[in-house]
């Protein structure tokens, strides 16, 4: 996971707060159709850029949303506390996030990852994602879409809805994360409406606490490794 690299991140927007490309305690807009050079970082402000809009660099903000349009292209799009949403179409090189959900919508291309610490990632029909999907505390829901990498979890229910397909695995690390005193909480993989694995569905950890629900036609054509399974 990313968290110890996001928080770095925040670090240095903090530390180059003066710089001329970094905006303290203001939000940045990008018109629509506007070609913006260079990369958008905010500190305690939200980034939007608008439809039709191209930022050759990336989009990063610490305590801010960010929001890309219909049909942009971004590098780049983190934050540290915060939401980040991309329009129908938009593409991104790669979205990151420690404290907040990732929404992307119809036909969103991401070149690399996806990756959240505390929140829901979701993904609407045809999204196309070339690296991994994953999350620590969080859901993820995916309809209709591609995932090229794998998607991994700790402690959040995934949906595969639609016939969606996932080149890689599914993994689900409970090997050493478990909190204190504390057992894991029922984790619930669906596959369902004609959607496929074609890796494996992985559980790690003793106590897992993992059920994986087949439906509507949904297959894993690898294996389902310590995880309860039930078939409807």
Do not use: W
Not at 84 to 105: H, P
Not at 128 to 136: K, N, P, R, S
Not at 147 to 152: E, K, L, R, S
């Amino acid at each position: 996971m990313r968290q110890t690299a996001l928080i770095a991140l925040a670090t240095v927007l903090l530390a180059c707060g003066a710089s001329s490309d970094t905006h303290v305690n203001k939000s940045i807009n990008v018109d629509d159709g506007e070609h913006k050079k260079g990369s958008l970082r905010s500190v305690n402000g939200s980034i939007s850029v608008g439809n039709d809009a191209i930022v050759d660099g990336n989009c990063t903000t610490v305590n801010g949303r960010i929001s890309i349009g219909e049909n942009s292209t971004v590098g780049d799009v983190s934050c540290v506390n915060g939401s980040i949403s991309l329009d129908r179409n938009a593409e991104a090189s790669e979205v990151s996030c420690v404290n907040g959900s990732i929404t992307l919508d119809s036909e969103v291309k991401v070149k690399g990852d996806v990756s959240t610490v505390n929140g829901s990632i979701s993904c609407k029909r045809g999204v196309a994602i070339t690296g991994d999907l994953e999350t620590v505390n969080g859901t993820i829901k995916i309809q209709e879409s591609r995932i090229a990498g794998d998607i991994a979890t700790v402690n959040g229910d995934i949906d595969l809805l639609e016939a969606s397909f996932v080149q890689g695995n599914v993994i689900v690390d409970r090997g050493n994360k478990k909190p204190l005193f504390k057992e894991y909480k029922e984790l619930v993989i669906t596959v369902d409406g004609n959607s496929k694995v074609k890796g494996n569905i992985e559980v790690k950890g003793d106590e897992p606490n993992v059920t994986v629900v087949l439906s509507g036609g949904g297959e894993v054509l690898g294996e389902i490794i310590n995880a309860r399974v039930v078939r409807k």
